[in-house]
Nanobody
Framework: QVQLVESGGGLVQAGGSLRLSCAAS????????MGWYRQAPGKQRELVAE???????NYANFVKGRFTISRDNAKKTVSLQMNSLTPDDTAVYYC?????????WGQGTLVTVSS
């Protein structure tokens, strides 16, 4: 059972930046993908960004050019640098890891962007 712990959420003004980090309890080297999802109030959880084992990335259209995902297998972490934040980015952000076809989720970290 892999444990994922997110950090870095908080309150920021529109146009500001935040960096989310997710630490895994076990080696992430064999993980197929790691990434970030978000869920805003009253909405379904949606993919924000993901990074594959050897570095291929995939971003949702609404964050392209603003967010950057990175992964450090040695440190067992995945991070999300979020720039040019808007109130529409307000949501709970969840770390995700896919290992051998099994999905693991963090508990979520709240990001609130004020106008």
């Amino acid at each position: 059972q892999v444990q994922l712990v997110e950090s870095g959420g908080g309150l920021v003004q529109a146009g500001g930046s935040l960096r989310l980090s997710c630490a895994a309890s076990e080696s992430t080297f064999s993980s197929n993908s790691m990434g970030w999802y978000r869920q805003a109030p009253g909405k379904q959880r949606e993919l924000v960004a993901e990074i594959q084992r050897f570095g291929t990335t995939n971003y949702a259209n609404f964050v392209k050019g603003r967010f950057t995902i990175s992964r450090d297998n040695a440190k067992k972490t995945v991070s999300l640098q979020m720039n040019s934040l808007t109130p529409d980015d307000t949501a709970v952000y969840y770390c995700h890891l896919d290992r051998f076809g099994i999905d693991y989720w963090g508990q979520g970290t709240l990001v609130t962007v004020s106008s």
